[in-house]
């Protein structure tokens, strides 16, 4: 069979390592028709990383990239440049990749080569403030994002806001997920005030927060007229068992 009719290659949670990458590379310029690739926890370094992005940037077709649960701190600059040339890239999934401070300026400028972003994970990576408020500011450039992971993140009240500002801009949010951070009640009443614009958004998952009975009040709300939203999981937060009874009981789509 020719390697030219293989649209998806999926091989996670094996350690194929930095020789598999070989391999896999030497093989990606007869996959002309890969769209999706899936390398989750594949114990890639950061030098398999590279020469895997290097080589996907010569993939026109490629639309969906996984490489989560692979540490790309040492050379993650260089990954985003090379990723930055896969300009059709709708998916891309980098949970728990070792990314940070020495990341940021490299993701911050390849997410402008990114016009057709659908779906973007960033979860369980130690950004700075100062780049997650850039971040949030970058977003609405992201017409067509339908779903944003940034679980785990350190995402604060200031983030928070700062988010709440804009994703009202991106029309095609389907889905949001900033479970695992520090965001208080003050965070929580902003994005409570912007979820009248988020006219497509049927998810939010805000768990294991600090968000406590002023702010789950004030979701609750505006979830009473937002009639399009299916489900906003505020499990694990600072409330009381009666509480998280009492708001599920007034609004089952409040879930604790």
Not at 189 to 217: F, P, T, W, Y
Request: glycine share 6%; hydrophobic share 45%.
């Amino acid at each position: 069979m020719s390697l030219t009719v293989f649209l998806f290659c999926s091989l996670g949670c094996n350690s194929i390592a930095d020789i598999g990458i070989e391999r896999l590379v030497a093989l990606l310029p007869s996959l002309k028709n890969l769209k999706k690739i899936k390398l989750p926890q594949c114990s890639i370094s950061s030098t398999g990383g590279l020469n895997l992005a290097e080589a996907l940037s010569q993939c026109p077709l490629v639309e969906e990239i996984d490489l989560s649960r692979n540490n790309f701190e040492n050379k993650a600059t260089c990954l985003f440049a090379a990723l930055a040339q896969v300009r059709h890239l709708k998916v891309l999934h980098l949970r728990a990749c070792g990314l940070g401070v020495k990341s940021e300026s490299a993701l911050m400028e390849a997410l402008g080569s990114w016009q057709q972003m659908e779906d973007l994970s960033l979860s369980e990576n130690a950004f700075t403030e100062q780049y997650l408020l850039k971040l949030s500011k970058r977003l609405p450039h992201l017409t067509l994002l339908r779903k944003l992971d940034l679980k785990l993140c350190g995402v604060s009240d200031s983030v928070c806001k700062s988010l709440a500002n804009v994703l009202g801009c991106c029309q095609n949010l389907e889905e949001i997920i900033l479970s695992w951070n520090r965001i208080g009640d003050d965070g929580l009443c902003a994005l409570a005030s912007s979820l009248k614009h988020m006219r497509r958004l049927k998810k939010m998952d805000l768990e294991k927060n600090q968000i406590r009975v002023k702010g789950a009040e004030a979701m609750a709300q505006a979830l009473s007229v937002c009639l399009w939203i299916k489900v906003i999981s505020l499990w694990g937060n600072l409330l009381t068992k009666d509480m998280a009874e009492k708001l599920h009981k007034e609004n089952a789509r409040l879930s604790f």
